[in-house]
């Protein structure tokens, strides 16, 4: 139980076009979602928590009009990298928590590369 | 600041050596703790957590962890690894337990253990 799935699992894409990655709870519902990044040789990094039905909650220094979610239902959230730039290059992971649950489930990640 | 403090970045250890990975939080609240495991090209999966309850957590493939409050510590622990181990691990705290489920996350321990 408890799985998250992520997809694309990678993409390669050009400088200043846009990519969505999709992050789903397949049998499980989830009323937050986290989005992270995470740097080679690094830990994860929170960009931002995603609330079912209501407006993300960024981190700090996370721009929001470049890193557009959507939690649109219990089973589904997306972020959108728009305008994609090399420096956004990076290992994108999703996670999510069952209603009233505590813990944190985890998607297996995007590889994004923009060239 | 809360944070998270792993002690060791990089353990190396032989097979059937017993292993202890520490962490320790900065927070003096109601905590939940989490030890996540990452393998070579996987993604991050639950070790285990403790909420409340016998302050020793038992996990999965043998792993436990003892919440110390008196010493803000949930230290990770395995009487004797073995090669399939080898992976990064990582503590993480949610220090508003209750609240939300925003996890603070330690830098991580790379464990690679030798045949």
């Known amino acids: 139980g408890a799985v998250v799935s992520q997809h694309p699992s990678w993409v390669i894409c050009k400088s200043g076009t846009s990519v969505k990655i999709e992050c789903r709870s397949l049998?499980?519902?989830?009323?937050?979602m986290f989005w992270y990044r995470q740097f080679p040789k690094q830990s994860l990094m929170l960009m931002a928590t995603?609330?079912?039905?209501?407006?993300?909650?960024?981190e700090q220094g996370v721009e929001k009009d470049k890193f557009l979610i959507n939690h649109a239902s219990l089973t589904l959230s997306t972020l959108t990298v728009t305008s994609a730039h090399p420096e956004d290059s990076s290992f994108y992971i999703c996670?999510?928590?069952?209603?009233?649950?505590?813990?944190?489930?985890f998607g297996p990640g995007t590889r994004l590369l923009v060239l | 600041a809360q944070s998270v403090s792993q002690h060791n970045h990089h353990v190396i250890l032989s097979e059937a050596a017993s292993l202890e990975l520490g962490c320790n939080y900065s927070y003096g609240g109601t905590v939940n703790l989490f030890w996540y495991v990452q393998y070579p090209g996987q993604h991050l999966q639950l070790l285990l957590k403790y909420f409340s309850g016998d302050p020793l957590v038992k996990g999965i493939k043998g792993f436990e962890a003892e919440f110390i409050k008196s010493k803000f510590s949930f230290n990770l622990r395995k009487p004797s690894v073995q090669w399939s181990d080898t992976a990064e691990y990582f503590c993480a705290v949610n220090a508003d337990a209750g609240n939300n489920r925003k996890l603070i996350w330690g830098l991580g321990t790379s464990l690679a253990v030798n045949p």
């Open positions: 996670s999510a928590s069952p209603l009233g649950g505590e813990t944190q489930y």
């Open positions: 049998d499980f519902q989830a009323t937050t």
């Open positions: 995603s609330n079912e039905g209501s407006k993300a909650t960024y």
